[in-house]
C-alpha cells in the first residue's frame, strides 16, 4: 500500500479542516455577511441602471456647458485599501478619486475609449450575451491600440460601476489548470471530469456558470508553476496521494482561477494550500489567491480565500533538508525591493510565522525555485516532500 493510502495518513489535514470549520463557526455572523455580499445576484436591469446613471450624468453636464468627468476610484493606491482577516485587501469606503475629463487633451482619448467599452457592455447585459476581453479587443485593434487598455478600462468601469465583471457580460481568457478528483457540470450541459487523463483540464471561461461539483478529495494544491504541476501529474501523485486536486494559475493568476479557487472552497470548504517558489515572487503570488491584490480588491468578496496555507517552499525548509548552495540563487536587488514591499503589507502583522520566514529569505539573502528540490532526487517532490509535509503538518 502507498504510505499516502494508509489509514491515518490525513490526521492531520482533518485536523486542520477541523479547525478551519471551527473558525468559520467563531466568526459566524461576520462570514455570513460576507458570504452573502460574494453571492449576492446582480440582475442585468441593475446593471443596464447603474449604465444609465453614467450617461445621464453626461447629458446633465452638457446642458450645463460643463466638460463632462468620470470620477474613478484609485485603485493603485495602498492608503485606499482596508484589511479584513475575513475577506482580505479590500477597498475602503471612502477613499481617494481621480478625474478622466473630456476637456483635457491627455484624458480626453480615454474618456472616449470608456463610453465605447460602456457601449459594448450596454449591448451585451441588453442581448443577455458574453464576449472576452479578446473579443472587444479584436473588434477594433486600431481603435484601442492594445490589449492592455482594454483591460485596464474595463477595470475602471467594473470598479466605478461597483458590478463584478462578470455581470458585465465580460469573460476573461483561461490560463489556469485544474486536476484531480473534481466533477462538474459545465455552462453548456457537458459533464466534465478533472482526472480522467495524465492531461488537465482548462479552468472554465465562466466559472460562475458551472455547477453540479462534486469531490472526494481530502485537500486542494495550487501549485504556482505549470511545470511543477505537468510534473505532479507526470508522477502520478493524485492517484498516489488519495484523493486530491490540483489547480495552476501558471504564475500570477488569473481571474478565472482565483474564481475557481473561491468556488471550491465555498463549495466543499476542505484544506487548500500553495506550493511556490521560495523566493519573494513565489509569496507574492500565494498572497494574491489568500488575500487579493489591491488591482483587483473591489472584488476582493469573489475572488480571496483567506484560509488558504503555506505548505512550500519554505525558505527554512532550504536548511533544513540541506538544499545544495549550487542550487540556491542570490536575490537581486529587485527581489530584495519586493520582499520589503511584502514585509510592509498589512496582512504580515496577523502571520508571525509567515514574517519569521520572511526575515530568514532576507537574512540569507538567498531564494529557491521549487526545482531546487530535485537536487536531493528527481522525484523528491512527490515521494518525499509534500507526503511528509501532508502527513506531518508541515505547513503555516
Request: glycine fraction near 4%; proline fraction near 4%.
Amino acid at each position: 500500500m502507498d504510505l499516502m493510502l494508509s489509514p491515518d495518513f490525513f490526521q492531520c489535514v482533518e485536523r486542520h479542516r477541523a479547525s478551519l470549520l471551527q473558525k468559520l463557526q467563531e466568526n459566524g455572523e461576520q462570514s455570513s455577511r460576507v458570504q452573502e455580499e460574494a453571492q449576492e445576484s446582480i440582475t442585468s436591469s441593475q446593471v443596464l441602471a447603474a449604465i444609465e446613471r453614467i450617461i445621464q450624468g453626461i447629458m446633465e453636464s452638457l446642458s450645463r456647458n460643463e466638460a463632462p468627468v468620470l470620477t474613478l476610484d484609485n485603485r493603485s493606491n495602498w492608503a485606499n485599501i482596508e484589511f479584513n482577516h475575513t475577506v482580505g485587501l479590500q477597498m475602503a469606503k471612502h477613499c481617494t478619486t481621480r478625474k478622466v475629463r473630456s476637456d483635457c487633451a491627455k484624458s480626453a482619448p480615454k474618456f472616449a475609449l470608456m463610453l465605447k467599452v460602456l457601449s459594448v457592455i450596454y449591448r451585451l447585459v441588453q442581448s443577455d450575451t458574453y464576449a472576452t476581453k479578446r473579443d472587444i479587443y479584436y473588434n477594433d485593434v486600431q481603435l484601442y491600440g492594445s490589449q492592455t487598455v482594454v483591460d485596464n478600462i474595463i477595470s475602471d468601469l467594473s470598479c466605478m460601476l461597483k458590478i463584478p465583471r462578470i455581470n458585465l457580460h465580460i469573460l476573461s481568457t483561461s490560463k489556469g489548470c485544474v486536476a484531480g478528483d473534481l466533477w462538474f457540470t459545465a455552462e453548456d450541459g457537458n459533464k466534465v471530469y478533472c482526472g480522467g487523463s495524465s492531461s488537465a483540464v482548462l479552468v472554465p471561461i465562466n466559472v460562475e456558470g458551472i455547477r453540479n461539483l462534486s469531490t472526494q478529495a481530502k485537500f486542494i494544491l495550487i501549485i504556482e508553476k505549470d511545470a511543477t504541476f505537468q510534473r505532479l501529474l507526470d508522477d502520478n501523485f493524485c492517484s498516489r496521494s488519495g484523493p486530491c486536486i490540483l489547480i495552476t494559475g501558471k504564475g500570477v493568476p488569473d481571474l478565472n482561477t482565483r474564481l475557481l479557487t473561491r468556488k471550491l472552497w465555498d463549495s466543499f470548504h476542505i484544506p487548500i494550500f500553495t506550493l511556490v517558489d521560495a523566493d519573494p515572487y513565489g509569496i507574492e503570488i500565494m498572497c494574491i489567491y489568500k488575500y487579493g491584490s489591491i488591482s483587483m480588491s473591489y472584488e476582493a468578496h469573489h475572488l480571496t480565500v483567506p484560509a488558504i496555507s503555506w505548505l512550500g517552499l519554505l525558505p527554512s525548509d532550504l536548511e533544513r533538508l540541506f538544499i545544495p548552495k549550487d542550487a540556491l540563487i542570490p536575490l537581486s536587488a529587485m527581489d530584495q525591493r519586493k520582499l520589503l514591499s511584502i514585509q510592509k503589507r498589512p496582512y504580515i502583522s496577523c502571520q508571525p510565522i509567515w514574517k519569521r520566514e520572511i526575515e530568514k529569505m532576507a537574512a540569507s539573502g538567498r531564494k529557491a525555485e521549487i526545482q531546487a528540490l530535485t537536487s536531493i532526487s528527481p522525484d523528491f517532490l512527490s515521494r518525499v516532500y509534500l507526503p511528509n509535509k501532508l502527513r506531518y503538518g508541515g505547513w503555516i
